[in-house]
């Protein structure tokens, strides 16, 4: 039996560990927004560079407020998450932790059934192109 070190990287097909700091791009569901993320920012971070929000806390991995379904992708995490904030279950069933992960590619997630995408400025950059529908 092979064992999974989920402290870096997790996906929802396989769970591979993967090291990447290049950028990727999110479509967060259910709001259907899709964005992209620079190297090295978080999906919470690039999600606040575009003028909106969801539900997070710490911003760094420590207490699970920003809890979300991996829909598709891989996400990588720069910093080792605590088993007790994210755990290899949860990280098996596809959650992940926004605030601390960083997307390989393209990736979907889908926010808690609490949570929701909020505007929070007027405007988007427009030289960026993101947060197309
Ligand atoms: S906001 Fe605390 S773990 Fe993400």
């Not at 407020?65 to 990588?76: E, I, R, S, W, Y």
């Not at 904030?85 to 596809?94: I, N, P, Q, T």
């Not at 505007?119 to 030289?127: D, H, K, S, V, Y």
Request: charged share 25%; hydrophobic share 35%.
């Amino acid at each position: 039996m092979n064992d999974i070190d989920c402290s870096t990287a997790c996906s929802v097909a396989d769970l591979s560990m993967q090291a990447t700091s290049s950028a990727g791009a999110v479509r967060i569901l259910p709001a259907n927004v899709r964005f992209s993320v620079e190297p090295g920012e978080s999906i919470v971070d690039a999600v606040r560079r575009i003028g909106y929000r969801t539900r997070y806390c710490c911003r760094r991995g420590g207490c699970g407020a920003c809890k979300a379904d991996l829909v598709a992708g891989t996400v990588h995490y720069s910093v080792p998450i605590a088993e007790s904030v994210l755990s290899v279950a949860e990280r098996r069933e596809g959650k992940c932790l926004p605030c601390r992960a960083h997307p390989v590619g393209e990736i979907v997630i889908r926010l808690a059934e609490r949570d929701r995408l909020r505007r929070t400025f007027g405007f988007i950059n427009p030289a960026s192109g993101d947060a197309g529908r």
